[in-house]
């Protein structure tokens, strides 16, 4: 599904970001990303949803190069990537319901398809119950199940989460990993954390990156840098 062919990223003035990176994701995967603070992991996620492009080297989605310039279907791949965010962006004047179906009104779906999509996302997440609330009502953890509830929502195969669980206690914390966990053999799943307890209990397949570079990639590993 994702193939990075000997890809470089480097910013202004200098700053290598991404060194050489070859990498092969398949679909349906579990994958953990970590790395300290600036080893490279959200650069790589912004560079699979195209908010960056690389330096030199091709990035391969569903077979098909993204990463050239002249490449004109942006918004049809980002349809296909559901995004998870440590601070959520969750919009505070729409409700749980309307926070969920804004990720939808731009495929175009009637009215009706809309709002089957969002109960069954809701449902997913346990918030069948909570649809009208608003964003203030909620806990941080069910501020993130409605994140999670708008990436998965309508056909996205792939789900990528930056820090999910960053600013959430320990006991959310799992209760989100469950979440995901139950998407597991369902999407594509790539999650960047730090949260050495949740790889090292998981021990699906972790990447590793440090200063820019992949310094190892295990299929059944823990959070060893």
Known sequence: MIHFDNVNKKFPFGNTALKDICLEIENDEFVFVVGPSGAGKTTLLKLIT?????????????????????????NKLRQKIGMVFQDFKILNEKTVFENVALALTISHLNTESIKTAVHQALQAVGLQNKDNFFPLQLSMGELQRVAIARAISGERKLIIADEPTGNLDPKTTW??????????????????????DVVNSFKKRVIVIKDGRILKDTRKGGYDL
């Not at 993204?66 to 490449?71: E, L, P, R, T």
């Not at 139950?182 to 730090?194: D, M, N, Q, V, W």
């Open 50 to 74: 195209r908010e960056l492009l690389p330096s030199s080297g091709s990035i391969f989605i569903d077979d098909v190069d993204i990463s050239q310039k002249n490449f004109h279907q942006t």
């Open 175 to 196: 209760e989100i990993m469950k979440i995901f966990k139950k998407l597991e053999g369902k999407k594509t799943i790539l999650i960047a954390t730090h949260n050495t």
